[in-house]
């Protein structure tokens, strides 16, 4: 099944300081080779320049300012042109709402910080079989709407 993903930029892939989460650049290009569609998206609006600072673009299909609450409604208000298959946050509401991995926060530099291959991990099982049971997945508890 091939997915369209979307990953939220801070402290699920930048830290405080600006890094980028290790194993970002990796994941991506395995994700696009499994035939995934990755989107960024932010509460605080456009990441661009954050996601060209990184060497990012190529592997990104779009940039989105992301829905902060009635996150349903907000797709269409924000003019977020596709509903998420699935979602990368580590923020619990919007991950529950449109299905995905409740990332651990990535507030500091850490260069032993492995959270890249967990989420890998939980996409590859949702791609295969609609679910995971590996620590950090939440189903949809949203409906898109028909």
């Known amino acids: 099944m091939s997915l369209k993903i979307f990953f939220d930029v801070d402290y699920t ?3 405080m300081d600006g890094s980028l989460r290790p194993g ?14 990755l989107y960024i ?6 990441r661009t320049s954050d996601v060209e600072r990184h060497e990012l673009q190529d ?14 409604n907000g797709l269409e208000l924000l003019k977020v042109p596709h509903w998420p298959d699935f979602v990368i946050d ?4 919007i991950v529950e709402t449109f299905g995905g991995v409740l990332a651990r926060p990535y507030f500091f530099r850490s260069q032993s910080d492995d959270e ?10 949702f791609a295969a079989t ?3 049971g ?3 997945y939440r189903a949809a508890r949203g409906k898109r709407p028909v």
């Open 13 to 15: 892939l930048l830290a």
């Open 24 to 37: 970002t650049r990796d994941t991506f290009e395995r994700l696009i080779e499994d035939g995934h569609t």
């Open 41 to 46: 998206w932010s509460g605080v609006g456009l």
């Open 59 to 72: 592997l990104v299909s779009g940039i989105y300012k992301k829905p902060i609450y009635d996150f349903v």
């Open 90 to 93: 580590d923020y619990p509401e």
């Open 116 to 125: 890249m291959e967990h989420i890998y991990a939980i996409i590859s099982d």
């Open 130 to 132: 609609g679910r995971s």
């Open 134 to 136: 590996r620590v950090g």
